[in-house]
């Protein structure tokens, strides 16, 4: 058991966006996060990174109560995620923009080289292997949309991250990119890397993912492994109902 | 007796000019909380105001508060020119950057107004200068009271056309949700237009009846702008109501330590106002997470 | 595994020495005193610029109170001058710690606030700043201090500030310089880009941003004593006007923000056009000149003048930050 959603309530004006979910992920693997639009998904994943604050239940990693902590805090902890539009730096170039992400915040840290340390060379390694190596002294800003959302991918991974929270990583790109960016996935979760996926695309799901959570206005609406999840008729009616 | 004698007669003092920072100040909080951007020359607008208001008063020998009628829409004239030709073309782009303009448009009127009217202090007179009537044993200086009255005309005329007009309705609906007012048929640029102007116009009531209270000087906008920006802070961004309530604390606050301290400690009483609410309670008195008027 | 010097950062490192040995030998061969002291105030902006840069161009939280620090260290100098008779050089020290201090504590309650909900309060902690040091008498009021005299002959009163001037410019201009290489100046530049998306990432950035904003006020502190001694008096004009605020971000603009050559571009244009200037036409017609081009740039150029060179070549204009990053990692990529 890695992460360990408790009993999270979270409420904005009276309506309840996530209502008493509980789950846990397993160490080490996929685990799929979907529900249709509006059930409490990303409002989740804001919670468990620390961009939102709970009003109750508790949220644990590893033996530690993460909830309140700030999302840096919660990224030097090892828990990392993407955003749903991407967000890079765009004025940065790629190289630079792979350099951000840390894990370490000390002094002594901070006025080191970001260049030492092996850095540059994963940073390249990683643009490599989705092919943004050519583009690595441009302007973030001039990447396509799907290159934009590798390159966000790359940077998720810069940091050694134990648990990687992918929010809907596959939206709006094509079926080729979609391939490869679910090849990448098992790659990395075959070194041991856990991840928790939000996403609407079922195949995506169904093919990666080892165990599914489905939310649906806010609550957990079931849980298990994709199979079973496909045949509940709950979780059905849920995407067909709305 | 006597204390309570005192300390009404400051509370008094301090109502008297909180009503004028509520002027002053609730049309800042009109353009934060609907066309939601930082326009820090307004105070510098208030002065100019004072300085139109002034001429007005002593070339046409009108009364300061009739003068008011003219000094008003000629500054919302200028309210127009600066959202067609700052606002509307940096709608789009970082808020910092029409936040730089309006410092430049600052610096452009401060020292405009300092070429035509001399940076020396300056001051409105009036027939009701200097005099002062009793009412329950307290003691009001004319100019004050009926600078107050304006203010409390003018405030209240504000609050009904926010609610009761259809304009008024569109601009507390594109303050709210300024997608949804659009979908809803709202002309959201028209409303920005009307919302500068009145804010502009604010300014000049503002400035007038500040001037007839105390004596001015170009340079005089930036105290007024940390005072004012206390009172939006601690009022809640965008609400009117928010603003004359903080706006009638503040100038208790300014009054009350007047007296005790000191004149000089007023605007620093008002700052550490604004840096408590900062710190404390962000969303002030009557804010919430959505700006609402 | 040391890298090969790339052709344009050798030029930079080349004309930025030769730059450095002149201004070394100015004084040498140039006595006229208007045109030293018109170089000090070059040097006493260029450390404004350059500090207020590493919050404000790197990482895009514009400062309007920056004179805030300056005046502090003015006025710590003069008081530790006069009062304690502290030896000059450690009054300027102290008025950069003591400006830090202030940074510190205001830093940490303003940097929560937005883009420019932060300008708006550095704003208001400038005046605030100003009002005190007007209305509170140890201060000396509208008056001032005085600070002692300089000792030295008429004639060469100027070369030490001259010197000291240089000295500090050149330092803040270097410390910039690396800092911007560093974890700090790519999280800083991170935070400029996309805070929430820094954050996200793992950086602390109420961290970086306090720093920033604490070295930003040292170099101003330490600079504002300098010239504190220089003119010999300290008030609340001479220490907090909000002509430096502004100079200092029509500066900060005209050269681009977030580099390091930027700031030395415009303060070298602004000093000369401001001086060419006061002799044609009077100081408020200036004002309103710089008011114009401020909203012009706001409104046109955003990217200062050096963003004009890029928009016709459709190069990318960078400090000299990270260019070498290509031949570390991948000499074969070239």
């Known amino acids: ?242 | 007796m006597g204390i309570f004698h005192t300390l009404g007669q400051i509370v008094i003092n301090g109502i008297l000019l909180g009503g004028v920072y509520a002027v002053m100040a609730s049309g800042l909080s009109l353009i934060f909380g609907v066309v939601r951007v930082l326009q820090i020359s307004h105070t510098m607008l208030i002065i100019l105001g004072c300085y139109v208001s002034y001429t007005i008063t002593t070339k046409l020998s009108l009364d300061p508060f009739l003068s008011i009628l003219i000094t008003a829409p000629l500054l919302s004239l200028l309210g127009f020119v600066l959202y067609r030709f700052i606002v509307a073309p940096l709608k789009n782009g970082p808020p910092v950057a029409v936040l730089l303009a309006f410092f430049g448009v600052i610096l452009i009127l401060e020292n405009i107004v300092g070429i035509i009217w001399t940076t020396n202090y300056t001051a409105i007179y009036s027939v009701y200068q200097g005099k002062s009537f009793t009412l329950y044993g307290f003691s009001f200086s004319l100019s004050r009271a009926m600078a107050f009255t304006v203010a409390s005309v003018v405030m209240s005329a504000l609050l009904l056309f926010l609610k009761k007009t259809e304009t008024g309705r569109a601009i507390r609906a594109v303050s709210q949700d300024r997608d949804t007012a659009q979908v809803l048929g709202v002309d959201v640029d028209r409303i920005f237009i009307i919302v500068f102007g009145i804010s502009t116009a604010l300014a000049a009531v503002g400035g007038s009846l500040m001037g007839i209270i105390y004596s001015f000087y170009p340079a005089l906008h930036w105290q007024w702008l940390g005072v004012i920006f206390s009172v939006i802070v601690l009022g809640g961004l965008g609400q009117v109501h928010g603003a004359i309530l903080a706006a009638l604390i503040i100038g208790t606050a300014e009054s009350l330590s007047s007296y005790h301290l000191g004149s000089q400690w007023g605007p620093v009483v008002a700052f550490a106002i604004l840096v408590i609410t900062l710190v404390q309670r962000p969303q002030g008195l009557l804010g919430t997470k959505g700006v609402r008027i | 595994m040391i890298a090969k010097d790339s052709d344009p950062l050798k030029h930079w490192a080349l004309l930025a020495f030769i730059l450095f040995l002149g201004l070394l030998l100015f004084p040498i061969f140039i006595r006229d005193r208007y045109l030293l002291h018109v170089m000090i105030i070059i040097f006493v902006y260029i450390t404004l610029v350059e500090s207020w840069n590493l919050p404000g161009g790197y990482a895009g939280y514009i400062s309007f109170g920056h004179v805030l620090f300056f005046g502090i260290g003015g006025y710590t100098t003069a008081m530790l001058l006069t009062f304690w008779k502290v030896p000059a050089i450690a009054t300027y020290f102290l008025g950069g710690i003591f400006s830090a201090l202030v940074a510190l504590v205001f830093g940490y309650i303003s940097l929560r606030l937005r883009g420019p909900y932060f300008a708006i309060a550095t704003l208001a902690m400038a005046t605030i700043g100003r009002y005190i040091f007007l209305n509170f008498d140890i201060f000396g009021g509208a008056e001032g201090l005085l600070l002692p005299v300089s000792p030295w002959a008429l004639e060469f009163e100027k070369i030490p500030y001259y010197y000291g001037a240089l000295s500090i410019a050149t330092l803040t201009t270097f410390t910039i310089y690396v800092i911007a290489k560093t974890r700090l100046g790519i999280g800083l530049m991170a935070i400029r880009e996309n805070e929430e998306k820094a954050e996200g990432l793992g950086i602390n950035t109420t961290r970086h941003k306090v720093i920033a904003f604490i070295i930003s006020a040292f170099f101003s502190g330490m600079i504002g004593g300098l010239f504190a001694s220089y003119l010999e008096y300290v008030n609340p004009d001479s220490c907090f006007s909000i002509l430096y605020s502004v100079n200092i971000l029509l500066m900060a603009i005209l050269g681009g923000l977030g580099t390091v050559t930027g700031p030395v571009i415009g303060v070298s244009i602004i000093v000369v056009a401001s001086e060419i200037l006061s002799f044609t036409v009077g100081h408020q017609v200036r004002l309103v000149l710089y008011g114009f081009i401020l909203v012009i740039f706001a409104i046109f150029l955003p990217g200062g003048l050096l963003s004009i060179k890029e928009r016709i070549h459709g190069i990318k204009q960078r400090g000299f930050i990270l260019r070498e990053s290509k031949e570390m990692a991948a000499p074969h990529l070239k």
């Open chain 1, 1 to 242: 058991m890695s992460l360990e959603v408790k009993g999270v309530v979270k409420g904005f004006g009276g309506i309840r966006a996530v209502d008493s979910v509980s789950f846990q992920t397993t160490k080490g693997a996929i685990t799929g996060l979907i529900g249709p639009n509006g059930s409490g998904k990303t409002t989740l994943f804001n919670l468990v990174t620390g961009f939102l604050p709970i009003d109750e239940g508790e949220i644990w990693h590893k033996g530690r109560r993460i909830d309140g902590l700030k999302p840096h805090q919660v990224v030097e902890l090892g828990i990392i995620r993407t955003f749903q539009i991407t967000r890079i730096f765009p004025k940065l170039t790629v190289l630079e923009n792979m350099l951000v992400p840390t894990r370490d915040n000390s002094l002594w840290h901070l006025v080191s080289n970001p260049k030492k340390g092996g850095r540059p060379e994963k940073a390249l390694r990683l643009l490599e292997s989705i092919g943004l190596a050519t583009y690595m002294d441009d302007p973030a800003a001039s990447l396509s949309y799907g290159q934009s959302k590798l390159l966000e991918l790359a940077l998720s991974f810069m940091v050694e991250a134990e648990i990687v929270l992918l929010d809907e990583p596959s939206s709006g790109i094509n079926p080729s990119l979609q391939a490869s960016i679910n090849q990448w996935i098992k790659e990395e979760n075959s070194q041991g890397k856990e991840f928790f996926i939000i996403e609407h695309n079922m195949d995506v799901i169904m093919s990666l993912c080892h165990h599914i959570v489905v939310l649906h206005h806010g609550q957990k609406l079931a849980e298990g492994k994709p199979s079973v999840i496909q045949q509940n008729d709950q979780v059905l009616e849920a995407y067909l109902g709305d």
